[in-house]
T-cell receptor, first 116, second 111 residues
Framework: GAVVSQHPSWVICKSGTSVKIECRSLDFQATTMFWYRQFPKQSLMLMATSNEGSKATYEQGVEKDKFLINHASLTLSTLTVTSAHPEDSSFYIC????????????FGPGTRLTVT | AQSVTQPDIHITVSEGASLELRCNYSYGATPYLFWYVQSPGQGLQLLLKYFSGDTLVQGIKGFEAEFKRSQSSFNLRKPSVHWSDAAEYFCASQGAQKLVFGQGTRLTINP
C-alpha cells in the first residue's frame, strides 16, 4: 500500500516551453502533497506544499509563477514548469501525506527534467 | 530553526562489515525522525521511523536506528552490509510544518 506514482519519469524539453509533471497517490487519498527538487549529489529541497482544493504554499525563493502547482483532487497533484530554462533541469520528486495529522509522507519515484 | 545534520558525506565500508551512519537534529520539541534510502535516479524508500516509545527502532533490510535525546542523534546501523546497500541515505526530521532533510550520506561498498 501507499504507492505514489509520477509521470513522466523523465522528460526533455526545449528552452521556453512548459512541461507538466503528474503525481498520483494510487491507493490512498492524499490531503497534502509536496514537491521537492533535487540537484545532483544534493539533498531534497522542499519547493511547495499543496492541499487539495486550495492554493499551494511555496517555500521562500521558489517562483510561484514559474512552478505552477495544482492539487485538483485527493489523488492528483501537478507541477507545471513554465517557460523552462536549462537551469530548471533537475530531479523533481513529489510526496503525498495520507491524512491530516499524519507525519508520514510517501514519495514518488521522481521525474528527471532536462531543458535543452 | 529546525535542522538535520549528517556529518559524513561519503562512507566506504567492506561488504560484511558493520555500518553506522550519523544523524543529528535540532528541534525544540521531540521530533519525528526518519531514515530514507535513495538509489541513483530513484525516489526515496523509507527504512525506518521514530515517533515515540522504544528508542531503538527496527526497519527494513536489517537496518536499525537509535534515538538519543541527550545527544540529539538518530544514528542508523546495520551489523553486516551487503553490496546492494550501496546508495544515498537521508535522515529527516518532521517539524511543525515540514520535513527537513539532512545533506545525505553516500555509501559505497567494497567487495
Amino acid at each position: 500500500g501507499a504507492v505514489v506514482s509520477q509521470h513522466p519519469s523523465w522528460v526533455i524539453c526545449k528552452s521556453g516551453t512548459s512541461v507538466k509533471i503528474e503525481c498520483r497517490s494510487l491507493d490512498f487519498q492524499a490531503t497534502t502533497m509536496f514537491w521537492y527538487r533535487q540537484f545532483p549529489k544534493q539533498s531534497l529541497m522542499l519547493m511547495a506544499t499543496s492541499n487539495e482544493g486550495s492554493k499551494a504554499t511555496y517555500e521562500q525563493g521558489v517562483e510561484k509563477d514559474k512552478f505552477l502547482i495544482n492539487h485538483a483532487s485527493l489523488t492528483l497533484s501537478t507541477l507545471t514548469v513554465t517557460s523552462a530554462h536549462p537551469e530548471d533541469s533537475s530531479f523533481y520528486i513529489c510526496s503525498a501525506r495520507p491524512r491530516v495529522n499524519s507525519y508520514e509522507q510517501y514519495f514518488g519515484p521522481g521525474t528527471r527534467l532536462t531543458v535543452t | 530553526a529546525q535542522s538535520v545534520t549528517q556529518p559524513d558525506i561519503h562512507i566506504t565500508v567492506s561488504e560484511g562489515a558493520s555500518l553506522e551512519l550519523r544523524c543529528n537534529y535540532s528541534y525544540g520539541a521531540t521530533p519525528y525522525l526518519f531514515w530514507y534510502v535513495q538509489s541513483p535516479g530513484q525516489g526515496l524508500q523509507l527504512l525506518l521511523k521514530y515517533f515515540s516509545g522504544d528508542t531503538l527502532v527496527q526497519g527494513i533490510k536489517g537496518f536499525e536506528a537509535e534515538f538519543k535525546r541527550s545527544q540529539s542523534s538518530f544514528n542508523l546501523r546495520k551489523p553486516s552490509v551487503h553490496w546492494s546497500d550501496a546508495a544515498e541515505y537521508f535522515c529527516a526530521s518532521q517539524g511543525a510544518q515540514k520535513l527537513v532533510f539532512g545533506q545525505g550520506t553516500r555509501l559505497t561498498i567494497n567487495p
